[in-house]
Each structure stands twice: as structure tokens, then as C-alpha cells.
């Protein structure tokens, strides 16, 4: 098409049904649009991972673990222990477990039980640093044991399997 002076030359739009034959640009701005959405949404989509936490105990019938509570928390449990000024388990000491067993369960992310082989599992946790705490006893040959084992979670590999054992048990009760 010819211009007169004083008059703009008549651009050619795109096609209004987006296809490359009137000009690929708004194809391609939606195409960009899509990449750029889809990028953002998997940014900010943290990547959960499972958590699997094995009890060993010796070979005995039946698992001592099984069918024990353990808890998946946010908090470090020595300031925890601080916090209610669980130092001396004298008289009383019935009073302050209870607000110890309190505030753990206030920082519980997940719980879950042992099962008959003493293996548990955490689902869906986001990448972070947690302990895996137990509030009752669990009884290995003579020892009752508790374990606030730290565990870290990375956000990019898999999650490491939990050990727990009488070599890294926080606490012996003593009946």
C-alpha cells in the first residue's frame, strides 16, 4: 500500500485466532506468558519430602517401638526444656513434664506411630531442619529410651532414613 504525504503508513495487525499467519508476535507473547507463569508457580512451590525414621532394637517378638507416638518438631527441645525449666526431676517432676509434653505437641509439624517392624514415616515435609521426638519411653533390653534426634530435610535430593538407636537416645528413665 502507498502512503500520501501527511498520511501514516496502514500497519498490518495479527490475526485475531493467535496463528502465525497474520505475525507471530502474539503468539509468542502468550507462549513467553506461559514459560514466565509456569516459572514463578514452581518458585514458589516448596518440594516436600517423606521422612522415613527406623527404630533398631534387638531381636526380640514383636517390635518394642511399635504402636509408640513420635513426633516430628520445629523447635530445638533443649530450649524447649529451658523454657519450662526442666532441671531438676524431683518433686514436681510429674508438673513439669506435663508442660514439656505440652509445648513439644504446640511445635508438632507431624506425628505418627511405629509400626510392627518399628518403622514410621513423616509425609509431606517441607524442606527445613526438625527433631524426631518421642514422649513415651520405648524400651530397649533394660533401658527405657526417649530420642530428640536432629534431622535436616534437604529441599533439592531426597530426605535421609532417620536411625534411631540406644548410641544417640537423648534420655534413660530410670523406673
Not at 3 to 26: M, V
Amino acid at each position: 500500500m502507498d502512503a500520501s504525504p501527511g498520511r501514516p503508513e496502514k500497519i498490518s495487525r495479527p490475526a485475531a485466532n493467535g496463528s502465525l499467519a497474520g505475525g507471530s508476535g502474539n503468539a509468542l507473547l502468550r507462549l513467553l506468558f506461559l514459560a514466565l507463569f509456569w516459572t514463578a508457580c514452581a518458585q514458589e512451590t516448596p518440594s516436600y519430602r517423606d521422612l522415613t525414621v527406623r527404630v533398631a532394637a534387638p531381636e526380640t517378638t514383636g517390635h518394642p517401638a511399635a504402636g509408640t507416638g513420635f513426633l516430628l518438631i520445629d523447635d530445638d527441645p533443649n530450649l524447649i526444656l529451658c523454657r519450662v525449666r526442666l532441671d531438676n526431676l524431683g518433686r514436681g517432676s510429674q508438673i513439669q513434664m506435663s508442660e514439656f509434653r505440652l509445648e513439644i505437641e504446640d511445635c508438632s509439624i507431624e506425628v505418627s506411630s511405629a509400626d510392627e517392624h518399628g518403622r514410621l514415616s513423616f509425609h509431606f515435609v517441607p524442606p527445613g531442619s526438625y527433631w524426631v521426638v518421642n514422649l513415651d519411653p520405648v524400651r530397649l533390653g533394660e533401658d527405657r529410651v526417649i530420642w530428640a534426634h536432629p534431622v535436616r530435610v534437604p529441599g533439592d535430593e531426597a530426605a535421609p532414613e532417620v536411625r534411631l538407636q540406644r548410641s544417640n537416645a537423648a534420655l534413660f528413665v530410670v523406673d
